[in-house]
């Protein structure tokens, strides 16, 4: 990106960094987001959690020394950041239900006086008419949305009142908007440019791979294998905290009170608690009073506790989004971290009903199946986690072995073992109709590999991830079946048209 004052405006780059943030560098991405911003440009960026997202949006207005709003989704996170701001010297407010009129008026009064202001507002107060007449002769160097994966309906935390920020561009076309979310696909990235109307947007994926993350998922027999395994995996956490997630209230709850026989400073959060309670737990959690939380996905969105060590996913969520962004709460402050997931099948049988009890139009639920595919297929893959992670969000940097994930390092000494118990229960598993485990003879055992082989190629070229051109079941039951011509393919588990027709040909050649 070149300025017509280049030399002096990189120069003020830094010294804003140093002086208004404290900081000494950008992290990656950053400084180029933040060049696109100032150029007036519609920039869509995914900066995974922990990857610096605020500086973005925050940045500008301090540079510009111009007023800036944010669109956040949640009081508690737009309050956080603020007083964050304050702290600093930063002028910011912002306007939610609830709030005294003098707060409102001061706000207003101070973002009248001119210069640098962050505004923090929810989806829904840009929709009300006073705002709109406001800003439509107001100086404002950048609309910033917050959580943007919350625009589209192919995400995986879709809200109503986020797909009206539209008006935005309607109103002042002239400010560049900057899409922001930890994780989305490049179809959801699409889908948020459509809905909020960006101009010739640019994207930017940055920071997917985290080094200081161990991955590992264990497929899992029974409840009890799941239980013993989180145990193992707690007392392998002695300090920092730890974040639980479960598909359901209930079950929340349930694993509270079996937790609380083996340790102290344990709580649940749900969104059937009540506000105040909600509020209160989060505060615990905040201030360590509570060090072990148990949670559905209500819990999450804005929380930055740098020392969480742990985040266990004691039930598969239903994409690899919600996946990845509850794992990166995990590590913020860069030290050793752990992200393990216990899958079972009965897990995707959970996220089934969900999908199935849905209102969403057919259009929305194929799209939410295949998300549930992908995620399938992903716990069951043997390639590399983060390698297929940072393809699949597209990220601006790849790699082929991490060397800490469980996939990379099996043997490593920070994966969470499997009791001895169940190990022997696991080995005794054959081919049965209704499991993932298809036991090889030498033979078939080659032939696995081979097509492994054909797989990780086949994915470069098409620059996914592996597990996205065919699942380790589909490559497995194609070795131990051995099809000889496309209408024996068709018969195998995850292969349907579109496949036999892209691979089709390639494998009859490797099966013969």
């Known amino acids: ?14 010294s804003t ?4 943030f404290s900081l000494q560098k950008f992290r990656p991405g950053q ?73 409102k008026i ?26 709109q007449n406001w800003i439509k002769n107001r100086k404002i160097a950048l609309f910033a949305i917050d959580e943007a994966h919350c625009v589209s309906q192919w995400g995986h935390d879709f809200r109503e009142e986020y797909s009206q920020l539209d008006i935005l561009k309607k109103l002042r076309p002239d400010i560049p908007t900057l899409a922001l979310t930890a994780s989305a696909t490049p179809m959801v990235l699409a889908d948020i440019s459509k809905q909020i109307k960006l101009l010739n947007p640019v994207k930017r994926v940055h920071g997917f791979y985290r080094s200081n993350l161990f991955f590992q998922v264990e497929i899992c027999t029974s409840d009890d294998m799941k239980i013993q395994l989180l145990l193992s ?3 392998k956490t002695p300090k920092g905290r730890i974040i639980i997630y479960c598909g359901t209230r209930k079950k929340t709850e349930e694993l509270t009170i079996e937790l609380r026989r083996h340790f102290e400073q344990v709580g649940y959060y749900h969104a059937g608690l009540s506000a105040q309670d909600r509020v209160q737990v989060q505060e615990e959690f905040k201030n360590n009073s509570l060090r072990i939380l148990i949670a559905t996905n209500a819990f999450g969105m804005g929380i930055d ?8 996913h004691f039930q598969m969520p239903s994409t690899i989004d919600a996946l990845y962004q509850e794992m990166g709460r995990a590590g913020r402050d860069g030290e050793p971290s752990t992200c393990l997931m216990l899958y079972a099948s009965k897990d995707k049988g959970l996220q089934s009903y969900f999908i199935q009890s849905s209102d969403a139009p057919e259009r929305i639920k194929s799209a939410r199946w295949r998300n549930l595919d992908a995620l399938v297929n992903y716990s069951e893959s043997s390639e590399c986690r983060h390698s297929e992670i940072l393809t699949y969000y597209q990220d601006s940097q790849r790699i082929t072995n991490c060397g800490h994930c469980d996939n990379c390092k099996p043997d490593s000494d920070r994966k969470i073992k499997v009791p001895v118990f169940e ?15 298809i036991e090889l003879n030498f033979e078939q055992e080659q032939l696995f590999v081979e097509l492994k082989k054909w797989r990780k190629q086949k994915a470069l070229e098409l620059d996914v991830p592996a597990f996205i051109v065919l699942s380790d079941r589909t490559l497995r039951q194609l070795a131990f079946d051995r099809p000889q011509n496309f209408e024996d393919l068709q018969k195998i588990h995850g292969i349907g048209q579109d496949k036999l027709e892209r691979f089709g040909a390639d494998l009859i050649l490797i099966l013969n």
Request: with cysteine; hydrophobic share 45%.
């Open 1 to 14: 990106m070149v300025f017509a004052r280049s030399g002096l405006k990189l120069l003020s780059f830094e």
């Open 17 to 20: 960094l140093i002086s208004k």
């Open 31 to 103: 400084k180029e987001i933040i060049e696109l911003i100032i150029n007036k440009k519609d920039v869509m960026a995914v900066l995974p959690t922990g990857g610096g997202k605020s500086l973005c949006f925050q940045f500008p207005a301090l540079y510009l020394d111009q007023l800036v709003i944010v669109i956040s989704p949640l009081i508690a996170l737009m309050k956080d950041q603020v007083d964050s701001l304050k702290k600093m010297g930063i002028p910011a407010g912002a306007i939610y239900s609830g709030q005294s009129d003098q707060d």
């Open 106 to 131: 001061q706000i207003f009064q101070d973002i009248q006086k001119g210069g640098a202001y962050l505004l923090y507002l929810s989806p829904e107060r840009a929709q009300k008419e006073g705002f």
């Open 233 to 235: 995996a707690i007392r």
């Open 305 to 312: 506790q740098p020392d969480v060590r742990l985040v266990v």
């Open 423 to 437: 190990v022997k229960q696991k080995s005794k598993l054959k081919k049965k109709s209704n499991s993932d485990v």
